[in-house]
């Protein structure tokens, strides 16, 4: 009897590290959004910041006057995601309150930098807007009463601007 509990023992290891074995050559897998995708035809966009792509694809599309770009909706302290308030023209974040204007520069709070600008493209086959979450622009921002700021002209700029 003594054997067979011996025997028994051994085999529930043996199945056990063999399980573990077999289990590390199945890898958990995290799957990321695509990081280039197209959002739509610039004529889907008005003028202002459009919130509908924040959840799904961490998103601003803004659009002024001259052009469009897309923000990154992740705040430059900690990682947070912050929030347009479109009564205030500002970008909010919940986590230690970092305040950003609607070009991305820091008007408040620890951020250290001026929110990403992703690359924007327009597609020549479909005519919809490409965005290249890979290109980040990341300019050096300078301080000033108002904050740290970046001249909007020296942003404005391809691949992160569209001129429509």
């Not at 002024?64 to 974040?93: M, S």
Request: hydrophobic share 35%; aromatic share 10%; with cysteine.
């Amino acid at each position: 009897m003594g054997l067979g509990i011996g025997w028994g023992g051994f085999a529930a290891a043996l199945g056990g590290t063999s399980v573990g074995a077999l289990r590390y050559l199945f890898p958990n897998v995290v799957y990321e959004p695509p990081t280039v995708f197209k959002i739509g035809k610039p004529d889907d966009y008005g003028v202002g910041v459009d919130n509908k792509l924040k959840k799904e694809r961490q998103i601003w599309v803004v659009r002024n006057e001259r052009g469009i770009y897309v923000l990154v909706a992740i705040c430059r302290h900690l990682g947070c995601t912050p929030n347009w308030f479109d009564d205030q023209k500002r970008f909010r974040c919940p986590c230690h309150g970092s305040i950003y204007d609607v070009t991305g520069n820091v008007v408040g709070g620890p951020a250290p930098r001026t929110l990403w600008r992703a690359g924007v493209s327009i597609d020549p086959v479909d005519g919809q807007i490409v965005v290249n979450f890979n290109q980040r622009q990341d300019p050096d921002p300078k301080g000033t009463d108002e904050g740290l700021m970046v001249d909007e002209k020296s942003r404005e700029v391809p691949p992160f601007f569209l001129q429509v």
